[in-house]
């Protein structure tokens, strides 16, 4: 613990010119020189980088007695350094730990607005943007807890100005400083500079914000469950796609959510909670062995699949985990046959009349193959919906009506990589509840009437409830 200390004390006075690190005039009764010094070096080596980090993570505004020098040391041991095994991190490893997985995610979003993959490369005092730096910063307003006025008004409040509504890509891609607009395509979605930090926003602290790439919003919005539905989030950590689904039903209607992480669901039980989410079901259970027939689904008519994948498109995860940006091969194969048993299961459910499958991956065989051989085993009974016409990039030509499918991407559309379709029953089936089936001509009326009493002879005519599944 006294290394950090003393390391913190010698950074102090190397950078405010008062001392070197050849002389460590700091440390003269410390007994591992070589390590000190050694720390302190690449301490200042990356002294910008970690700057920039404790700064965009807000440690220093959570932890007001934790000294900037100190911080600076303990980032650098948590994010390149060795790290804190066992006791070596003393009284500072509890607190480290509280902002670790942010102090993580602000490093791998700083290698992204820098285009670059190692921490090494962090060092050039020059580099070039990605694609992935471009990307705006999009805020989607929770309209369970605010609207969308009220959430502009607060920010003009705040000194940002107010651009009105978008009306291209290159509207986005212009915006700079304190200023935000309104998606030109979806409702509800503000938009701000890319790399605008909004973490410690009290709106956003309130649940009346949602931070969600456009990319992402597009599963919810394009299943539209009316308010009163019964919806199912097949794989619904870590929530803001429910927390979505559930504002677009104002909290009316049912939604299940299964997860099979515990961890996961709680934290999402908690950002819905945050939210203002009454209407959502959890269940730690694999959405593989929830069975169709179960009665508590029997008013399902839409399903929310988003799968566990690559997370090929996702910039952050690509930088994070060496190789999630080119899987192997037998990783996908893997990822597809779990992706295609869970969109088969989906397609199942009787009342099911509109589903929406999506993947935060670029790779055709999680994300067309998977819908094709969908398509093919439920030949005649579902097809692929064309959605927002208007939408540039399409999905990949690999079979008919593939067209139709979404795909996203920084280059393209300016947000993450994504991937959306849209499934559509052809027919209705035959446990959907009587009022919500077609009518039948009316020249078939009478003839069926007849047919039921000569079946049942004096018995009295079924309620429209017992007539249900």
């Known amino acids: 613990m006294a290394l950090y200390a003393t390391a913190a004390s010698v950074l102090a006075g190397v950078e405010s010119r008062r001392g070197s690190i050849k002389g460590l005039v700091y440390a003269s009764s410390f007994q591992n020189v070589k390590q000190l010094y050694a720390l302190v070096c690449e301490t200042q080596r990356y002294s910008s980088v970690l700057d920039a980090v404790i700064t965009s993570a807000g440690l220093l505004r959570a932890e007001k007695k934790l000294r900037p020098h100190l911080a600076k040391v303990l980032v650098y041991e948590l994010l390149l350094g060795k790290g804190f095994k066992g006791g070596s991190g ?95 395509l979806l409702p509800e979605l503000l938009v701000f500079p890319a790399q605008t930090d909004l973490h410690d926003h009290p709106l956003y602290q309130a649940g009346h914000l949602i931070l969600q790439d456009k990319a992402s919003c597009l599963p919810a919005v394009l299943l539209a469950p009316p308010p009163g539905s019964h919806v199912i989030d097949a794989c619904a950590a870590p929530g803001n796609k429910t927390s979505h689904l559930a504002a677009l039903l104002k909290n009316q209607g049912k939604i299940f959510a299964f997860d099979l992480d515990a961890g996961r669901l709680a934290s999402m039980a908690t950002l819905l909670a945050r939210a203002g989410v009454s209407c959502c ?138 991937f959306v379709a849209v499934l559509e029953r052809v027919e209705v089936p035959s446990s959907v509840p009587r009022a919500e089936a077609p009518a039948p001509p009316p020249e078939a009326a009478p003839r069926r009437k007849r047919r039921r009493r000569a079946a049942a002879p004096g018995a009295p005519p079924r309620t429209e409830q017992e007539g249900k599944p």
């Open 90 to 184: 003393g009284r500072w490893k509890p607190l480290l730990d509280r902002h670790q997985a942010r102090l993580k995610a602000e490093l791998a979003r700083l290698k992204v607005h820098r285009g670059v993959s190692k921490n090494e490369d962090l060092l050039q005092v020059e580099s070039k943007p990605g694609p992935a730096s471009q990307v705006p910063r999009f805020v989607r307003v929770n309209t369970l807890k605010t609207c969308c006025d009220d959430a502009v008004d607060y920010f003009k409040r705040q000194g940002f100005s107010y651009q009105g509504r978008a009306s291209s890509l290159e509207d986005l891609r212009a915006l700079k400083g304190k200023c935000f607009l309104l998606d030109p």
């Open 281 to 418: 079901e959890l269940a730690e259970e694999d959405f593989l062995a929830i069975s169709p027939s179960d009665q508590r689904y029997r008013q399902v008519q839409y399903i929310l699949l988003d799968p566990s994948c690559s997370g090929s498109g996702m910039a952050t995860r690509r930088l994070e985990e060496p190789g999630a940006g080119t899987p192997s091969k037998a990783r996908l194969q893997a990822l597809a046959g779990f992706q295609r048993r869970a969109l088969c299961h989906a397609l199942t459910f009787p009342s099911l009349q509109r589903l929406v499958y999506s993947t935060c991956s670029l790779c055709q065989e999680e994300n067309e193959d998977v819908v094709r051989d969908a398509l093919q085993h439920n030949s005649g009974t579902f097809r692929l919906v064309p959605v927002l016409p208007s939408w540039p990039h399409r999905g990949l030509g690999t079979f008919p009506g593939a067209e139709c499918c979404l795909r996203a991407s920084p280059e393209t559309t300016l947000t993450g990589g994504f």
